[in-house]
């Protein structure tokens, strides 16, 4: 079993070497720090509602860069499937403009479990209606939001996570595709961006753990310039029950 464990994630690791050489020379790299928090609140055996707080830092800690706070009510339709409608506020530093640019986002998600074993595993469909703010500069130096541009994505996440010797610790490995859909005013561009992250973790007990890991994003902007993210992130999980 552990062989064969082994060889799956060396399997995965030379696919994305293979994918991280063939773009080294044609995308610009940057390095980030995210802090990650998964909530959620446990309302009963079919309700909950899941929340999520992040600070993405870029560069370095003290540099500025995004913070996401979201949330949404969850309806579980049986112990493998549930769905989902919720909202987003995202606010993202522009070096350009010296400013922080505002985003409204109303997204619906469906989730499917399908445990192989001892392994957990989970897929998530998300589809994002996106309102991001568009800001001028008006007299006197003020950056003010004018007009908000409209955006519609898909995405598609998949996480895996295998305990390692039966004990409190294990191994996470994920993947996410984000893909612009149509009447997009956000960005024209289909490919938007992929996270890719390979994580160790540690389960205090089964409601509440963490997790620290390396995530390769790949980012298409909608002027198709292409950039490469190294990022070191710290995650904590925790179902609150009510």
């Given at each position: ?28 790299h ?55 409608l ?56 003020d ?9 519609n994505r ?52 089964p ?36």
């Amino acid at each position: 079993m552990i062989l064969r464990k082994v060889k799956y994630v060396g399997i995965l690791a030379a696919v994305f070497l293979c994918l991280h050489t063939s773009v080294k020379a044609q995308v610009k790299h940057g390095y980030q720090h995210w802090y990650t928090y998964f909530g959620g609140l446990q309302l009963n055996e079919k309700w909950s509602i899941p929340f999520d707080v992040q600070v993405r830092l870029r560069d370095a800690i003290s540099d500025k860069g995004q913070v996401l706070t979201r949330a949404g009510l969850q309806y579980s339709i049986n112990k493998k499937a549930s769905v989902l409608l919720g909202y987003a506020y995202i606010t993202t530093y522009s070096d350009a403009l010296d400013a922080y640019f505002p985003e409204h986002r109303i997204f619906q998600q469906f989730i499917y479990k399908t445990p192989i074993k001892k392994w957990d595993m989970f897929h998530r469909i998300r589809l994002e209606q996106r309102f991001a703010g568009v800001k001028v500069m008006h007299t006197g130096g003020d950056l003010k939001v004018d007009d908000w541009n409209y955006g519609n994505r898909f995405r598609y996440f998949n996480r895996t996570t295998v305990p390692l010797k039966g004990g409190p610790f294990y191994f996470a490995l994920q993947d996410e595709l984000f893909m612009n859909l149509w009447g997009n005013d956000i960005s024209k561009k289909f490919f938007d961006q992929n996270r890719f992250l390979t994580a160790i973790g540690y389960a205090f007990k089964p409601n509440l753990k963490v997790d620290i890991g390396y995530m390769n994003q790949f980012v298409q902007s909608p002027a198709g310039n292409k950039s490469m993210n190294h990022i070191l992130q710290f995650s904590v999980y925790q179902t609150i029950a009510l």
